[in-house]
């Protein structure tokens, strides 16, 4: 249960008394609620929560949103807006507070347990950014990170330490000739015009770059540089690199990750309003024509709708967490653990030293597959999991011995609503494996069997214990 401390402000009593109903039993805890701008500062100030939950349009001299800065200004607590209002003009404004999120009332007790869940969970790593970057910025002076000397006209390499040559893979012999074109993975225009700004200026950083390793890999960087030596217009510039590879990958995962459960929040909420539609229908004519045989009828199908919602729900619940939490490194053989049953069973040779670096929700991947093989493939009684390898991509191949899928519905398998169950299952597989890279496709044969093909690029898979492998 999260434990997490919220300030509600809000100037309707029986609005705020009903969040704070509704955020106590979603396991939050709630501190008393406060009317007015001056009133949440001084809480805020006081005894400050892990968020705040504001409305805009609040009692007293101070709206939500001057409200809101003035916390900003105070302490880092991630805001989320609850108001009735959407207007551009208060978009705007709201918008440079830097909110954590914004919800038009009324608001739905997933949509709202949802949103409050990610601002905390965006926070944290926006903390651990931070002082991520904050450690950075002291250990980049240290000799434990890649240093280069640089002849600011040629840009020839002059010296290195070891870290650098750890980091980008080159030899002692393949310094003599290396220049600091050859490192960066892009037109080195923008080099030339910061390291020439460094000639009037006694450091200067030259921000993220993509470079290019030995190996022809790439990483991304984060570089300072200053001048350690001046002779005539010419200089010597020590050029400091340190490695955020990992960081950008799970930077973009993130915001991909973020991109999916909006999606997925939509999804559910649209389906869900189509449903209750119908129910409503059905449940109006119920009422008008209450002597009329069809009653049962009517009802009946009032019941399905109903039925229908509690599946499209209880199916979109074991997705709440995707992208919650950030992608890593994932062995596949136990995850495949959970796919056999008696009668299917699953052959995965040679799986037992494979990593994967994917959403944690990797595991349901395969239960997807696992699923739809039982569903769809009728005869099923055995699938088999292997991996090859080509132009150091890995194709991870999951192959069932049942009726196969039609060739024109290849792609639609993945497309949101397609299938006789939910509509959502495949489609989530992609979304899934999307967040970091994998590809999915479907190429078997009908009358032989389903064959789905997951593409990992290079960087992102790789053998247990090959800790060297770069992401």
């Known amino acids: 249960m999260d434990k997490s401390t919220i300030l509600v402000v809000e100037d309707e009593a029986l609005i705020a008394a009903s969040l704070v109903h509704t955020l106590t039993s979603l396991g939050y805890t709630v501190q008393e609620p406060v009317s007015t701008g001056k009133d949440a500062i001084s809480s805020v100030t006081s005894d400050p929560p ?86 950075y910025r002291s250990v980049v002076t240290q000799a434990g990170e890649a240093i280069v000397i640089v002849d600011c006209n040629t840009k020839k390499i002059l010296e290195v330490n070891p870290a650098f040559q750890r980091l980008f893979g080159y030899l002692d012999e393949d310094l003599k000739t290396l220049t600091l074109y050859d490192l960066m993975a892009h037109e080195p225009q923008d080099i030339n015009g910061k390291l020439r700004k460094i000639a009037t200026e006694r450091q200067f950083s030259l921000g993220e770059q993509r470079c290019r390793c030995k190996d022809h890999s790439e990483l991304h960087v984060e570089m300072s540089a200053g001048i350690i030596e001046r002779s005539g217009k010419n200089a010597l510039v020590c050029v400091i690199a340190h490695d955020v590879t990992e960081r950008k990958r799970a930077e973009e995962a993130l915001f991909l990750a973020n991109k999916k459960l909006n999606l997925l929040g939509s999804i559910t909420r649209h389906d869900i309003l189509n449903k209750m539609t119908v129910l409503l229908g059905y449940l109006e004519q119920v009422k008008r024509r209450l002597t009329e045989p069809l009653l049962l009828g009517h009802l009946e199908k009032s019941m ?168």
């Open 304 to 471: 399905q709708a109903a039925r229908d919602i509690r599946n499209i729900i209880d199916f979109t619940r074991t997705y709440q967490d995707l992208g919650v939490k950030a992608a890593g490194w994932q062995k596949v053989s136990p995850l495949l653990l959970y796919t056999h049953t008696p009668e299917i069973h699953v052959i995965a040779p040679d799986m037992q030293e494979l990593e994967i670096f994917a959403d944690p929700m990797l595991g349901k991947v395969f239960e997807n597959l696992f699923d739809n093989a039982v569903r769809h493939g009728e005869r099923v009684n055995k699938i088999e999991v292997l991996y090859k390898i080509f132009s150091e991509d890995l194709t991870l191949i999951w192959e069932d011995n049942g009726t196969g899928i039609p060739a024109q519905e290849k792609e639609q398998i993945f497309l949101q609503g397609f299938g006789k169950h939910t509509g959502l299952g495949l489609f989530l597989v992609r979304e899934i494996l999307d967040i970091t890279g994998i590809t999915i496709q479907e190429t078997g044969e009908i009358g032989k069997g389903a064959r789905f093909e997951l593409t990992v690029p290079k960087g992102a898979w790789r053998m247990a214990g090959d800790e060297n492998t770069r992401v």
């Open 50 to 135: 892990d968020l705040v939950l504001m409305d805009i349009e609040l009692i007293g001299p101070m709206n939500g949103i001057e409200t809101a800065e003035k916390i900003r200004a105070i302490v880092n607590i991630p805001v989320v807006y609850l108001t009735a209002y959407a207007d551009d003009q208060r978009l705007a404004q709201a918008e440079l507070t830097q909110p954590y999120g914004y919800l038009v009332k009324p608001v739905q007790n997933r949509e709202l347990n949802a949103t409050i869940r990610m601002a905390l969970y965006k926070n944290r790593i926006d903390r651990q950014l931070r002082e991520s970057e904050e450690r």
